[in-house]
């Protein structure tokens, strides 16, 4: 196996499909930004009330750069309704770039499965992560994702659908727009993609001897001419083959209840055999139902039995059924023309509570999505610093580590009159940089001299850390396992701020 530098970042692809940090509410740091800043308004304002209706109108604008997935998107907009009321009545918009045009529609395909209201919330948690962590899905899946790939073209080329309205592609050029419909197509079930065969290709260019690598046995590579042809573009299997995608939903999750605790319960504890009860797909299904329960009902989900993580789904699914919970007899009684008017009037009743639930449900998720806003970026970052449409934007930034060398101080004058990611932020905006905690490629000292590195660029622009490692340029295992959703958080604060 090859342990170069250059075969290590291989070996987490080049078009990432996930990222290397769990999901958490990007916004939940913002809450003393949005004080000072309503105090700042108040004190401007003649009355307190003007002030909140101010406050209120100014959009949230957050840059995720190069996430890999929603993970981020679907927890900011499931808690959103616990945020303080200063900031819960504020439009969200959240900006989300890409490099691969690839992750970019994958990411709009999760997001319209994860609304997608006509399927069973568990049905629909269940397909989701399917989608999302598997390279290979049942064909009753493909046809569903052929199905939303057709409502996906329609809604790029005429703007209409379920994510007409939240979704605007704006900012992407028209090539783009074709470049998503190509991709869109691709996911057709007649077009042929053997995916076991581009997986083995990585793997033994990665592997090599260790994965029954073979030399050529004669020179014919030195003596074969190449003739030219026009370029042919290549598909092929270029995300991670080394890090699980559950890391962005099956490490953490909120701990309201001791039942979710049993999530991460160890049995045999010092015995050398130790194991844990629950894997992290079933921890990736309690994150992924919670999401979608609180985006449906406005609630946070609990669970009501201890190791059963559908148990706090209660009637709200039972309800998606025409017919609801209600156990249908094997055998029926034929008592003329008044029984089948009592089943009759029995299934209309069930029927009516089927819509009244479903009409219910649709109202809260348009209601938990009023104000947001979801923008699609792709091309190159380092353009997108220098536009001035983004100029002075953003209240939050999200890097992953895929993006994280635009930190990268350049010793090239003419790199170093460029515009840097301090362009497109606002004063006092908040910074999460992906950090190497779920980097498994890198050995223990990579990882505390990638957290180093990332420290010490960031110091160029103007970015304050907001954690501590104890004065210590190098941080230890034990410092790296405090580092909270595996993201280094910092703050941005170039101008004087009139904060009180």
């Given at each position: 196996?090859?342990r170069?530098?250059?075969?290590l970042?291989?070996s987490?692809g080049?078009v990432?499909?996930w ?5 958490y509410d990007?916004c ?7 004080k000072?800043e309503?105090?700042?308004d108040?004190?401007?304002s ?6 909140e209706q ?5 959009p949230?604008?957050?840059l995720?750069?190069g996430?890999g ?5 679907l927890?900011t ?5 616990r ?5 819960k ?9 890409e490099?691969?045009?690839?992750t ?5 395909l999760?997001i319209?499965?994860?609304l997608?209201a ?6 629909r948690c269940n397909?989701?992560l ?7 899905v049942?064909?009753r899946?493909?046809?569903y994702i052929?199905e939303?790939?057709?409502l996906?073209?329609?809604?790029v ?7 007409a309205?939240l ?7 028209m090539r ?6 190509d991709l869109?197509?691709s ?12 997986r083995d290709?990585?793997l033994?260019h990665?592997?090599?001897?260790r ?5 050529n ?5 030195y003596?074969?001419?190449k003739?030219?042809?026009g ?6 299997l270029?995300t991670d083959?080394?890090v699980?995608p559950?890391?962005s ?13 049993q999530?991460f319960e ?8 130790e194991?844990?009860r ?8 309690f994150n992924?139902?919670?999401y979608?329960?609180?985006i449906e009902t406005?609630k946070m ?15 709200t699914?039972a309800?998606n059924?025409?017919l609801?919970d209600?156990?249908v007899p ?7 023309d008044?029984?089948q008017?009592?089943q009759?009037?029995?299934?209309v009743e069930?029927?009516?509570?089927h819509?009244v639930?479903t009409?219910?449900?649709?109202e809260?998720?348009?209601e938990?999505?009023?104000g947001v806003?979801i923008?699609?970026l792709t091309?190159?970052i380092e353009?997108l ?12 930034a999200?890097?992953s580590?895929?993006?994280c ?15 840097t990611?301090?362009?497109?932020l ?8 992906e950090?190497?905690?779920f ?8 990882r505390?001299l990638?957290v180093a590195k ?5 110091a160029h622009h103007?970015?304050k850390?907001t954690?501590?490692?104890e004065?210590k ?10 580092i909270?959703n595996a993201?280094?958080?910092?703050s941005?604060g170039?101008k004087k701020?009139?904060?009180?």
């Amino acid at each position: 196996m090859s342990r170069t530098n250059n075969a290590l970042m291989m070996s987490m692809g080049t078009v990432n499909m996930w990222g290397f940090s769990p999901a958490y509410d990007v916004c939940s740091g913002l809450s003393e930004w949005s004080k000072s800043e309503s105090s700042t308004d108040a004190s401007v304002s003649t009355r307190a009330d003007d002030s909140e209706q101010k406050v209120s109108t100014q959009p949230i604008n957050v840059l995720l750069a190069g996430p890999g997935d929603v993970r981020h998107v679907l927890a900011t907009i499931a808690r959103r309704r616990r945020w303080e009321p200063a900031m819960k009545h504020r439009p969200v918009h959240i900006y989300i770039f890409e490099k691969a045009i690839e992750t970019l529609s994958r990411d709009l395909l999760l997001i319209q499965v994860a609304l997608d209201a006509h399927l069973p919330l568990r049905q629909r948690c269940n397909l989701f992560l399917e989608i999302f962590g598997n390279s290979r899905v049942q064909e009753r899946t493909s046809a569903y994702i052929e199905e939303q790939a057709k409502l996906l073209i329609d809604f790029v080329y005429n703007d209409r659908g379920s994510l007409a309205g939240l979704v605007d592609l704006s900012h992407l050029k028209m090539r783009t727009h074709d470049d998503l419909i190509d991709l869109f197509r691709s996911w057709f079930q007649n077009v042929k993609l053997d995916v076991d065969i581009l997986r083995d290709h990585r793997l033994r260019h990665y592997y090599e001897v260790r994965y029954d690598y073979r030399d050529n046995l004669i020179d014919w590579d030195y003596t074969a001419k190449k003739k030219h042809h026009g370029s042919v573009l290549c598909r092929g299997l270029w995300t991670d083959i080394i890090v699980s995608p559950y890391i962005s939903f099956g490490v953490h999750c909120e701990k309201p209840s001791r039942f979710v605790e049993q999530l991460f319960e160890i049995h045999n504890k010092g015995t050398g055999v130790e194991q844990n009860r629950h894997n992290t797909g079933e921890v990736a299904v309690f994150n992924v139902l919670s999401y979608l329960y609180e985006i449906e009902t406005g609630k946070m989900y609990q669970m009501g039995k201890e190791h059963d993580i559908f148990s706090g789904i209660g009637d709200t699914d039972a309800d998606n059924g025409p017919l609801g919970d209600k156990p249908v007899p094997r055998f029926e009684e034929l008592d003329g023309d008044a029984n089948q008017s009592k089943q009759t009037e029995e299934y209309v009743e069930n029927l009516h509570k089927h819509q009244v639930a479903t009409q219910r449900c649709a109202e809260t998720i348009k209601e938990t999505l009023q104000g947001v806003k979801i923008v699609p970026l792709t091309g190159n970052i380092e353009d997108l610093f220098s536009k001035k449409r983004y100029t002075g934007l953003f209240d939050y930034a999200f890097i992953s580590s895929q993006q994280c060398h635009t930190l990268q101080p350049s010793e090239d004058v003419e790199q170093q009159a460029r515009a840097t990611i301090t362009n497109i932020l606002k004063d006092g905006a908040v910074v999460d940089v992906e950090s190497s905690v779920f980097m498994l490629p890198l050995n223990e000292e990579q990882r505390a001299l990638y957290v180093a590195k990332l420290q010490e660029w960031t110091a160029h622009h103007s970015l304050k850390p907001t954690f501590n490692f104890e004065g210590k340029n190098e941080p230890s295992n034990e410092d790296m396992t405090k580092i909270k959703n595996a993201v280094l958080r910092f703050s941005y604060g170039a101008k004087k701020t009139n904060a009180i």
